[in-house]
């Protein structure tokens, strides 16, 4: 039987099922989900709802990636895990950062790197890399202080230029007596050290710990003394050994009568005397001499007619070898150059022909200066004015000279003959542009020296520390007088005080003519108080006689016999001035009564005044009238007082005169008429 697919039950069971769900039916959770959501991926990530932490960003999901934003991209409850970077406070700038100063960020925060590797975060010149500088500090950060600053220097006591390998000395400066190479295996003696010449003084000359090598002979023992050796018997050494000869060939050491060169004059005696293997008639070298008459019967060049020649060999068998032969020939000997000083180099101007070096002779002909051992081609060049090592050149001149034996120069750029201390270079001889001194201050100005004169510029010209008037030694007559304001009114009294710059209470005036009282100065305001406040040379200058009041009893009441008889006033005054004043006068000339004033009328230098005959109780008329005016006037200490005076009214006859007094002058009436005075008075 065959099964077909029951597609109409199940199109049926999904129709049912979606028609249980209605919009209507939906419910939201406490998260804001709605029922519907959970079952939904809002923003196409693949999550639903109830995996997604946030439907809304596709880039949130259980599966994206954690990266650093401050976002759960992976939705598992942590925020940048895992991807935050750690960060180290660079605080000096210099691209390192503190190892103990961290913080963890997805970017970088202010001043901070990526690397702790600062050893010192306070110095942006310390960091990985950076150059070793010679000051203390560990500038590279490998933990080694001034490892490239600090120079290895050994001393030198002789002055050889190789230095005692026991005196090292690390510094960044060279010592006074420091070179930088050592091996120097005797620094008391400057002729030994490692690039001298090995000379037969059993002595290590050159420092490498042989004696004498290079330089040791053959020597023979000599056991009879008679001056040859047995050939069997050798040493080796520089120095003749005790017991030995240079010269090697006795047949019989043990006996003085064998050894070359031995007579052998009995022809009939058997024994090889001359130890040259032939003895009686026989004649083994064939050149026709006997061996009793031969002095080597091995060797046909040498027989009684050879020539002595330079061949360290007694050629014609007369008992003298090369030179100590008077016959020898001397065209076969060498040429040998005097050696005075005995320091292994001869002098070319110096020679003699010889087989051998004659005593004080030697091969080398290079010695500059045969007198002076130390001066020779194997020399160094030091700073002496002699050319040590023979190359034609002396001291700055060789370029091989050693300049540790030399001075120390300082630039003197100014040339005032004084050096900056921080210029300097090594040389024998003074260079063109440096001195021996240090002590300049200031090696662009040629007038600034330790041998100046301290002056007034505020430069301490003498450079020795003071500088205007901190130096004693300034010189004064380039100060500035200043004078002495004592009463602290910037004006200076007549005392004065030299000085490069302003001292405490000077000023630069001398014009205060009291300098005890601060109110008194050119300036101040002249006051009439006797005193030349102004220093001007004046006294209370501009206070003139024009000062005038009027002072004066009027009647109380017209007439009414009060005896009003006279009137006063101040006429002028001025400072210093004595006081003028004026008195009204009048006179009955009939009875020589004064009367009585009647009225009195004033201007500002101006009075009238009318009088009645009466002293007292009178008519009380009018009688007479005077009116009187003046004017006043100050010059060079005189007061000038003008006075015009009138009669202006007239009732009672000639007998009645009327006027003024003035201080220190006569009374002055009149019965009619006017007329002018002026009076004189003195002001101290």
């Not at 049912?16 to 989900?33: N, Q, Y």
């Not at 520390?465 to 009463?487: E, M, R």
């Not at 008194?520 to 005193?531: L, N, Q, R, S, Y």
């Not at 109780?617 to 007061?639: E, K, N, P, R, V």
Request: negative net charge.
């Amino acid at each position: 039987m065959t099964l077909q697919p029951a597609r109409p039950l199940v199109l049926l069971t999904l129709l049912s099922m979606s028609s249980c769900r209605s919009p209507t039916d939906a419910k939201t959770d406490t998260f804001g989900l709605s029922s519907d959501d959970y079952f939904e991926d809002g923003d196409g990530d693949g999550f639903s709802g109830s995996e997604d932490c946030n439907d809304d960003d596709a880039s949130q999901s259980p599966a994206a990636m954690e990266i650093c934003d401050g976002i759960d991209n992976d939705c598992d409850g942590a925020i940048d895990e895992d991807v935050l970077d750690t960060w180290f406070l660079d605080l000096d700038g210099d691209g390192f950062g503190d190892p103990t100063e961290l913080t963890e960020s997805c970017a970088a925060p202010p001043d901070h790197v990526t690397n702790a590797e600062d050893c010192n975060d306070q110095d942006a010149l310390a960091y990985p890399g950076a150059p070793e500088s010679c000051d203390g500090i560990d500038n590279d950060c490998d933990g080694d202080i001034d490892e490239d600053g600090v120079e290895v220097w050994f001393l030198d006591h002789d002055g050889d230029g190789f230095g005692d390998s026991g005196s090292r000395v690390e510094d960044c400066e060279r010592p006074a007596t420091g070179v930088a190479v050592d091996g120097d295996c005797d620094d008391d003696d400057s002729a030994v050290h490692p690039d001298a010449t090995e000379v037969c003084n059993e002595r290590d000359d050159d420092c490498d710990d042989e004696i004498d090598e290079g330089l040791a002979v053959t020597w023979y023992r000599d056991g009879d003394g008679d001056g040859w050796g047995d050939v069997t018997s050798t040493t080796e050494a520089c120095i003749e050994p005790a017991g030995h000869t240079a010269d090697g060939g006795d047949c019989d050491d043990s006996d003085t009568a064998y050894h070359p060169g031995a007579p052998e004059t009995d022809c009939t005696d058997p024994h090889d005397y001359n130890c040259d293997g032939s003895v009686a008639y026989a004649d083994a070298d064939g050149d026709g001499w006997a061996a009793c008459t031969d002095c080597d019967d091995s060797e046909a060049a040498v027989n009684p007619d050879a020539t002595e020649v330079c061949n360290s060999i007694d050629d014609d068998c007369d008992g003298d070898i090369d030179d100590a032969d008077s016959s020898v020939d001397l065209t076969t000997a060498g040429e040998w150059y005097g050696d005075v000083d005995g320091d292994g180099y001869g002098n070319a101007s110096d020679t003699t022909t010889a087989c051998g070096a004659p005593t004080g002779f030697v091969g080398d002909d290079t010695d500059c200066d045969d007198g002076s051992a130390s001066v020779n081609p194997g020399e160094t060049e030091v700073c002496n004015s002699i050319d040590d090592d023979c190359d034609g050149d002396i001291d700055d001149a060789d370029s091989s000279v050693d300049l540790t034996t030399g001075a120390t120069w300082y630039a003197d750029a100014d040339r005032d003959g004084y050096g900056d201390a921080a210029s300097t270079s090594l040389a024998c001889d003074e260079p063109s542009g440096a001195v021996s001194d240090d002590t300049d201050c200031d090696d662009g100005d040629s007038a600034v020296h330790p041998n100046a004169t301290e002056v007034c510029n505020s430069i301490d010209d003498d450079c020795d520390g003071d500088i205007d008037d901190d130096d004693s030694s300034v010189d004064l007559t380039t100060a500035t007088s200043w004078y002495t304001d004592g009463d602290g009114d910037g004006y200076g009294g007549s005392t004065t005080t030299l000085a490069c710059s302003q001292p405490s209470s000077t000023t630069a005036t001398s014009t205060d003519c009291d300098d005890t009282d601060s109110a008194v100065h050119p300036g101040a305001t002249e006051d009439c108080d006797g005193v030349d406040t102004d220093c001007d040379g004046s006294i209370d200058e501009g206070y003139s006689a024009v000062s005038s009041s009027i002072s004066t009893a009027s009647p109380t009441s017209s007439c009414n016999g009060s005896s009003n008889q006279s009137v006063s006033f101040t006429a002028a005054s001025a400072c210093g001035c004595p006081t003028v004043t004026m008195t009204g006068s009048f006179v009955d000339n009939s009875d020589g009564s004064s009367g009585q004033v009647t009225s009195v009328s004033t201007g500002s230098s101006s009075m009238t005044i009318e009088w009645d005959d009466a002293p007292s109780g009178g008519d009380c008329d009018l009688d007479i009238a005077s009116s009187i005016s003046w004017s006043a006037s100050y010059s060079a200490g005189t007061m000038s007082v003008t006075v015009s005076d009138s009669i202006t009214g007239y009732d009672a006859g000639n007998s009645l005169s009327a006027g003024y007094s003035i201080t220190s002058y006569s009374t002055v009436r009149r019965s009619s008429g006017s007329g002018s005075s002026t009076y004189t008075y003195s002001c101290p």
